[in-house]
């Protein structure tokens, strides 16, 4: 296993099946780009 989990493509996949994007994700999405927003960062 990587030092580094966020740098572990395999994990990453696992995550991503287990949190699949919803509705807040679309929400936030939108919000983002309305504001033109360069980063976004989720915090669970």
Not at 1 to 14: A, F, G, N, W
Request: charged letters at 35%; zero cysteines.
């Amino acid at each position: 296993m990587p030092t580094d989990p966020y740098r572990d493509e395999q994990l990453v996949e696992l995550y991503d099946i287990d949190n699949a994007p919803g509705d807040d994700h679309t929400y936030y999405r939108s919000l983002a780009d309305a504001i033109e927003a360069k980063k976004i960062i989720d915090l669970g």
